[in-house]
């Protein structure tokens, strides 16, 4: 087995470490994972109302972001890899990938550009969309940040309706859609290939997988 860093994981994986010649504790936790799924099958499951809110809403985000940029949007459910990732991008265009991020809240939407950009860098989602771009081989992504009413259902104890459903309503769609453009880099992606490759890398991956996968411990 060799180690391939899934598309939603890489920025977590391109942390660094504080010495060098180590791995940082949030790339190890990458590579604990990924073993996880390979030896085991297992993949932690997000139960958060962040989480059930874009999954539930999911078609209606993609609607809106299909009227407002005037795109045709096809849903993709192929899984791609090749020697250094893997991924499932959300949505394709002729010549793009979009990917959907259905906001929790008006506090947690992006009201401006800059707030946008620093989300995308802050979450990774600049780091993933360069893995599709690698295994779709398109120069193009887009993050679709959208605010949509939040399903009743799933507010808690301390979300006020009104400001989950009614207020959002009553903002026009066109200012509840916030979209950061990722350029393809070769640069990056280069990088991110050259550490996955690494020694470093790999025999850790292969010294966790030995002991999950065999029982094996040095």
Request: zero cysteines.
């Given at each position: 087995?060799?180690?391939k860093c899934r598309a939603s994981r890489l920025g977590d994986f391109m942390t660094g470490s504080k010495k060098k010649g180590e791995l940082g504790e949030t790339c190890k936790k990458v590579i604990l994972d990924a073993v996880l799924l390979d030896a085991?099958?297992?993949?932690?499951?997000?139960d958060a109302k962040q989480i059930q809110k874009g999954l539930m809403l999911e078609d209606d985000a993609i609607k809106a972001v299909s009227l407002l940029k005037a795109v045709v949007l096809t849903k993709n459910k192929a899984r791609r890899e090749n020697e250094w990732f893997t991924g499932e991008c959300d949505l394709l265009t002729k010549d793009s990938i979009r990917d959907t991020k259905c906001s929790w809240s008006i506090d947690s939407f992006p009201w401006t550009q800059s707030d946008a950009d620093k989300?995308?860098?802050a979450a990774g989602y600049d780091w993933q969309g360069l893995v599709y771009m690698?295994?779709?081989q398109l120069e193009q992504h887009y993050v679709d940040f959208v605010l949509l009413p939040t399903p009743s259902g799933i507010l808690g104890y301390n979300d006020d309706p009104y400001d989950h459903i009614e207020l959002v309503n009553q903002i026009p769609l066109q200012k509840r859609i916030r979209s950061v453009f990722v350029p393809f880099d070769s640069n990056l992606l280069d990088s991110a290939k050259e550490k996955i490759e690494s020694d470093l890398?790999?025999?850790?991956?292969?010294?966790l997988y030995e002991q999950i996968a065999t029982g094996e411990v040095a």
């Open positions: 087995m060799k180690f085991l099958g297992y993949r932690k499951e997000l989300k995308v860098k690698d295994l779709w890398v790999q025999d850790y991956y292969q010294e």
